[in-house]
């Protein structure tokens, strides 16, 4: 997986998102030593991704509409916010990204990833 | 760290989860908090299924639906155009059950005793609620045509509401002869769909054309100055179906003065026609539930607070959907979709102290106008001055390319999947 790299389209491949050990041992830590945060990011992210499932489906199947569960983050974050900054052309998108700030881009990032796991 | 494998952590996860639930319930000191919803469409489906897949048992759903196969409105023009099947647009409710335990209940739901906190079925078994939602839909107002009324619903249909009725429009269509005449009496303001009469204009046009019928027309007597999406449609309707199709505001037809569905006859102030087919789309209302338990106001439509869409009448219910006043929001599935997620947030919130963000909401509604040529308008919003206010709108362009009308027509089709598995699957 290119950890760094903001690729413009998804990965297509599942079977390598977000599988490293070292990834996984920091979610962990995560949990473990800032239980507080972890929980309300977690809960914004719910919150916020039920605007996307309208629209992109959870199961991950795409008739239509490109699927967005198990994104690496970065490549999350990169493309909602170039919809934001609407260098992408998706009317629906650009208009759904423009109140989305920082924080919330990379609290539906860390859910759709974690979806792409179950 | 080593030892701690993925699966190790989802079952500790799973166990935390379900002490958290388990703890909450307690710390109520009472039995689960009960939340009963009415009307298994696109509002009410999907809170039901909301509130019961976050809240993990914590919450006792009820979804009365009397319907136990449900098809969409949205999309049923496409199956009147030939470009949906009657299947692709039926579902079922057995997944939210199996998937998220929300318990269904087919029945019609009679009345709302909101000094009880009850629900009064058909028959007259009672549900307890500490919180309800209902997504009624709409009620059509029969007497708002002269001349039609429910009677005449089979020899004039509306097809307005799912079902039976879309099936008999389409069967109507498919009997028009080449140079026959379908008037559609389009609804005034406010009422579901806006730019839903108007699609239907296309894909029947459509259906018409491509049955060779190029000799019969379409009019629509329209009450209304101006509709949804019109620039847009009328580009169309002259692009593809010249001809065919021919509105008429009221300046021109001075009024609708009555119809005879005996001889499918429409008499306006400008002219009286004789038609194949008449599609009487009358003026509408909320649900008759909500009118019944005087949760609407004189306008015929629910107000709420648009910072929950709780009602703004009773504090213990909450409104979504076609039946609600939401301000610059359409009466559309996409709409009541967007503000159940908000109700269920807000109900967890109250329920089981989860929590809670600021509402935000969204919607967007494409029309087919013909093969591979769609338009779409939408936009995002939020509470402000005391309604659901739109913060940004956008609408597709007259003069558009015909590989980005065709890509619109891709995400509408995407769409239908999308939304319908996130009510029903």
Redesign the interface.
């Known amino acids: 997986m290119n950890e760094t790299g903001a690729p413009a389209e998804p990965s297509k491949d599942r079977a390598t998102r977000g599988s490293s050990r070292w990834r996984?041992?920091l979610c962990?830590a995560t949990v473990l030593f800032a239980p507080q945060a972890y929980?309300?990011n977690k809960?914004?992210g719910?919150?916020?991704a039920?605007?996307c499932?309208?629209?992109?489906?959870?199961?991950g199947?795409?008739?239509?509409?490109p699927p967005i569960i198990g994104w690496p983050k970065d490549q999350f974050v990169a493309v909602v916010k170039s919809y934001r900054a609407k260098e992408r052309d998706?009317?629906?998108m650009?208009?759904?990204a423009?109140?989305l700030t920082d924080e919330e881009i990379a609290a539906l990032a860390a859910y759709f990833e974690g979806e792409g796991k179950k | 760290?080593n030892q701690?494998t993925?699966r190790k952590?989802l079952q500790t996860s799973a166990a935390v989860a379900g002490a958290s639930a388990f703890g909450t319930a307690a710390v109520l000191g009472q039995a689960k908090p009960k939340v009963v919803v009415i009307g298994g469409g696109a509002g009410g489906v999907t809170a039901a299924k909301?509130i019961a897949r976050?809240s993990k048992g914590a919450i006792d759903v009820t979804l009365v639906e009397p319907l136990k196969r449900y098809q969409t409105c949205f999309h049923s023009n496409l199956y009147l155009g030939g470009f949906r099947s009657y299947d692709s647009i039926t579902h079922g409710y057995e997944k939210v059950t199996s998937a998220y335990g929300v318990k269904m209940n087919h029945q019609w739901a009679k009345a709302i005793d909101r000094d009880k906190k009850e629900v009064v079925l058909a028959d007259g078994s009672r549900l307890s609620y500490d919180r309800l939602v209902i997504a009624p839909g709409i009620a059509l107002k029969y007497d708002s045509v002269p001349g039609w009324g429910k009677e005449h619903e089979v020899a004039m249909p509306h097809a307005w509401q799912p079902g039976e009725q879309t099936q008999i429009l389409k069967k109507r269509l498919d009997e028009v002869p080449d140079g026959g005449l379908i008037v559609m009496i389009a609804p005034p303001n406010p009422y579901r769909c806006p730019p839903g009469p108007y699609e239907r204009v296309s894909m029947m046009a459509h259906a018409l054309k491509k049955a060779g019928k190029n000799k019969s027309k379409i009019i629509v007597v329209d009450p209304k100055e101006n509709f949804s999406k019109q620039g847009l449609f009328q580009e169309g309707w002259e692009k593809y179906y010249k001809g065919m199709v021919e509105w008429i505001g009221p300046k021109v037809h001075d009024g609708l003065k009555s119809v005879d569905p005996k001889t499918n006859t429409v008499v306006t102030g400008f002219e009286t026609y004789k038609a194949a087919l008449v599609n009487v789309i009358p003026a509408q209302t909320a649900g008759t539930i909500a009118l019944d338990a005087k949760l609407a106001n004189a306008s015929g439509f629910c107000q709420i607070d648009p910072t929950n869409m709780r009602s703004a009448v009773d504090p213990n219910i909450y409104v979504l959907g076609d039946a609600c006043i939401a301000g610059d929001m359409p009466k559309s599935a996409?709409s009541a979709?967007?503000q159940a997620?908000v109700a269920?947030?807000m109900i967890r919130g109250e329920l089981t102290k989860?929590?809670t963000?600021p509402a935000?909401y969204?919607n967007?509604c494409w029309s087919l106008i013909e093969t591979d040529d769609t338009v779409?308008v939408?936009?995002?919003y939020?509470a402000k001055d005391g309604k659901i206010a739109a913060?940004?709108?956008?609408i597709s362009k007259t003069g558009e390319s015909a590989e980005l009308r065709k890509a619109t027509q891709?995400?509408?089709?995407?769409?239908y999947?999308?939304?319908s598995?996130?009510m029903f699957?």
């Open positions: 996984f041992g962990v929980a309300d809960a914004l719910q919150y916020l039920s605007e499932t309208a629209c992109h489906q959870l199961s199947a795409s008739t239509g509409i998706n009317e629906v650009q208009t759904i423009a109140r | 760290m701690f993925r952590f909301y976050d996409f979709n967007s997620k269920a947030l989860s929590d963000f935000r969204a967007t779409k939408g936009g995002r939020e913060v940004e709108t956008f891709v995400e509408n089709m995407g769409w999947s999308a939304i598995a996130d699957a």
